[in-house]
T-cell receptor, first 113, second 113 residues
Framework: QKEVEQNSGPLSVPEGAIASLNCTYS??????FFWYRQYSGKSPELIMS????GDKEDGRFTAQLNKASQYVSLLIRDSQPSDSATYLC?????????????FGKGTHLIIQP | DAGVIQSPRHEVTEMGQEVTLRCKPI?????LFWYRQTMMRGLELLIY????????DSGMPEDRFSAKMPNASFSTLKIQPSEPRDSAVYFC???????????FGPGTRLTVT
């Protein structure tokens, strides 16, 4: 079983709609969860972090975490063509200090004008 | 503020040659991570350092790979000898110890022919 799983897509969403990206993870001991955005040919860019169950909102982005279901999601409201990118879900096992991240393979999101 | 700096941005070399990739973390960050990204395997952690000390190198694929961090502002990843299957984008990331948000450099695209 893969440690972090995402649907590779592509996920096509019309401009102005809500894009919903999902991620599941296998290690119940995971403590920290992240969403990175990666444009083609560029490096991953951190857009959201979440550490406790529930929702966390930042502008047009909302991250949702459900540790019981081992499920993380990212909602993008009012989607814009500039949101078209690959979104990587990442998980950190450590409850403190700094550890490496385990990444999913990413979901390719396309926002249709 | 300057972000993570990596050099070179592109490297083309022949099989059997030694390759050295360089990274300067964000000033003040004391954790440094090396990742490799390929289409097949996605983004994988190779090794990470806390306060210049290697903590986990279990992701290093073979003894041909080695990494050093002689001081807080510089790290190298060396491949000797290089092989075509080492072709990938190598990213360096840094974070502040105790926090999990990692910030990526622009990457080095390595091609081994």
């Amino acid at each position: 079983q893969k440690e972090v799983e995402q649907n590779s897509g592509p996920l096509s969403v019309p401009e102005g709609a809500i894009a919903s990206l999902n991620c599941t993870y296998s290690d119940r001991g995971s403590q920290s969860f992240f969403w990175y955005r990666q444009y083609s040919g560029k490096s991953p860019e951190l857009i959201m972090s979440i550490y406790s169950n529930g929702d966390k909102e930042d502008g047009r982005f909302t991250a949702q975490l459900n540790k019981a279901s081992q499920y993380v999601s990212l909602l993008i409201r009012d989607s814009q063509p500039s949101d078209s990118a690959t979104y990587l879900c990442a998980v950190n096992k450590s409850g403190g200090g700094a550890d490496g991240l385990t990444f999913g393979k990413g979901t390719h999101l396309i926002i249709q004008p | 503020d300057a972000g993570v700096i990596q050099s070179p941005r592109h490297e083309v070399t022949e099989m059997g040659q030694e390759v050295t990739l360089r990274c300067k973390p964000i000033s003040g960050h004391n954790s440094l991570f090396w990742y490799r990204q390929t289409m097949m395997r996605g983004l994988e952690l190779l090794i990470y350092f806390n306060n210049n000390v290697p903590i986990d190198d279990s992701g290093m694929p073979e003894d041909r790979f080695s990494a050093k961090m002689p001081n807080a502002s510089f790290s190298t990843l060396k491949i000797q000898p290089s092989e075509p299957r080492d072709s990938a984008v190598y990213f360096c990331a840094s974070s502040l110890f105790g926090l999990h948000e990692q910030y990526f450099g622009p990457g080095t695209r390595l091609t081994v022919t």
